[in-house]
């Protein structure tokens, strides 16, 4: 069960990794100013958008734009690590075979077609992303298609290593006469015997190993129940039960007893936690020591996958999976001891001209500057901001008063501005503004927890519909 985890930690890690990459060629393939860069090139495009400081922020060693022929428009490589151009290191593995391995056809994302994974190059195994260009809004012909590589270098195994807990180093591949008996990361163990040291295959986008991983799992299997120990053990008590019947019930069938029915009360809560039962009979004592260490490996190991999974990616603030579980727990806490909950909705003005015309590096740092202005700005530990989506973002305030949450957001407008941003295509300010809007439980009726965040989404439409830069409080008179 634990060897199976391990290795399922480690497919989870790389299919992150892949996920990451490609997150990140999609936004800059789904823009309109890429689509008009592949039909009417310029270098002005590649000078504002493919910077060293690009390749270093997206973790990329080389870009390709690759025209709807499938020809080469423009490429770069760029060792983000080292940070050096590749000399056509890199890039002369984009061959004419390459392009058409990594040429997405399919749709599996909004209707534009993208492709994933590894590939086998002569300078080693690539991790590839790849996505047809479109316009911002996802419409368009099909015109080419943006590539992003990531060279596969030891951080990679190294970081492999350190999420799954596991000692792993890269093998040579080549070096073995036939690979077809090497399972992939995500094969079953349950035809294998146990055994502390594996090997694994990362396969690429055709099905063919490229990258061998020697895997060592840190920790042994479990003990058996049953030991040459405890059988003298029983052969005694059989021979002697009045003497050694309290021996056998303190030693041995109270602390598995306990164990047997604190597991199962572990299994019907759904979580884990370790045995506090201890035993001077040494095959029950390791057997306890084997499972607290598998429990605190997964409740690591869960940790880290919860905390991936509830903080954005972009700012570091909470995400929206995290804010509507916060808004449950606040609701059920304000509605049972009788509290106020304010829910407050915001907005940057005309953020998607800022990011068409300064680009997506200029509105990312934005968003990220944005984003900590609003944490540093809220006092109290009860209070929660989160990335709503896209330039959105709602703010949780519990036991807060209609003039607190009037002040809060004059003071986030003031500090938002405060930032100095320059934004030349806003209508109502040289600087980036924000708009906000919130809703108070004192305010009206409130039945449900979904009534008043629709109610702050209404009074943001109306906070922009007054000429943005604004705020504006949702009253049960508002129409």
């Known amino acids: 069960m634990l060897q199976t985890r391990e290795l399922h930690a480690v497919d989870i890690m790389i299919d992150q990794h892949l996920q990451?990459?490609?997150?990140?060629?999609?936004?800059?393939a789904v823009w309109d100013e890429s689509y008009e860069f592949i039909q009417y090139p310029t270098r002005a495009f590649i000078n504002a958008n493919f910077l060293d400081d690009t390749f270093t922020s997206l973790k990329i060693d080389g870009a390709v734009f690759v025209g709807k022929n499938k020809q080469i428009q423009w490429e770069r490589g760029f060792d983000y690590i080292e940070e050096h151009a590749l000399n056509d290191e890199l890039l002369d593995v984009v061959t004419a075979d390459i392009i058409n391995i990594t040429y997405p056809t399919s749709s599996q994302t909004d209707n534009v077609p993208q492709k994933k994974g590894f590939i086998s190059t002569r300078y080693g195994p690539v991790m590839f992303a790849s996505t047809q260009l479109r316009q911002s809004d996802r419409s368009g012909q099909q015109v080419g298609?943006?590539?992003?590589?990531?060279?596969?270098?030891?951080?990679?195994?190294?970081?492999?290593?350190?999420?799954?807990?596991?000692?792993?180093?890269?093998?040579?591949?080549?070096?073995?006469?036939?690979?077809?008996?090497?399972?992939?990361?995500?094969?079953?163990?349950?035809?294998?015997?146990?055994?502390?040291?594996?090997?694994?295959?990362?396969?690429?986008?055709?099905?063919?190993?490229?990258?061998l991983l020697n895997i060592r799992h840190q920790h042994n299997d479990p003990p058996p129940f049953f030991s040459h120990t405890l059988l003298?053990?029983?052969?005694?008590?059989?021979?002697?039960?009045?003497?050694?019947?309290?021996?056998?019930?303190?030693?041995?069938?109270?602390?598995?007893?306990?164990?047997?029915?604190?597991?199962?009360?572990?299994?019907h809560r759904g979580e884990l936690s370790p045995l506090t039962e201890t035993?001077?009979?040494?095959?029950?004592?390791?057997?306890?020591?084997?499972?607290n260490q598998l429990v605190s490996i997964v409740n690591q190991q869960q940790q880290a996958l919860e905390a991936l999974a509830l903080k954005d990616g972009l700012t570091g603030i909470a995400n929206r999976r995290a804010f509507e579980h916060h808004l449950s727990l606040s609701w059920s806490l304000t509605q049972r001891n009788t509290l106020p909950l304010a829910i407050v909705m915001l907005d940057i003005d005309f953020f998607k001209h800022y990011n068409d015309n300064l680009g997506h590096q200029a509105g990312d740092a934005a968003i990220r500057q944005v984003a900590a202005t609003l944490s540093q700005n809220l006092g109290r530990n009860d209070d929660m901001v989160a990335r709503y989506g896209g330039e959105e973002f709602a703010i949780i305030l519990i036991n807060t008063d209609i003039p607190q949450v009037k002040s809060l957001m004059n003071k986030l407008l003031l500090a938002v501005r405060e930032l100095a941003i320059s934004h030349p295509q806003s209508s109502v300010s040289s600087q980036l503004t924000i708009s906000l809007g919130a809703a108070v439980t004192t305010q009206f009726e409130c039945s449900s927890v979904d009534e008043l965040l629709q109610h702050a989404d209404q009074a943001l439409y109306l906070a922009k519909s007054a000429g943005r830069n604004n705020a504006m409080l949702w009253r049960s008179s508002s129409p």
């Open 279 to 291: 035993s001077t009979i040494v095959d029950f004592q390791k057997l306890i020591t084997s499972f």
């Open 20 to 28: 990451q990459l490609a997150i990140s060629n999609y936004d800059y």
């Open 145 to 211: 298609m943006l590539l992003f590589f990531r060279k596969i270098r030891l951080s990679f195994i190294d970081q492999l290593a350190v999420f799954s807990q596991l000692s792993i180093s890269q093998g040579d591949i080549n070096s073995l006469q036939s690979t077809d008996h090497l399972p992939e990361i995500s094969a079953s163990l349950v035809d294998e015997p146990f055994s502390l040291t594996r090997q694994r295959v990362i396969k690429d986008i055709n099905g063919n190993p490229i990258i």
């Open 232 to 267: 003298i053990i029983l052969i005694v008590l059989i021979m002697l039960p009045f003497i050694l019947q309290g021996i056998v019930y303190f030693q041995l069938i109270r602390p598995l007893t306990r164990g047997i029915t604190n597991i199962v009360h572990m299994i």
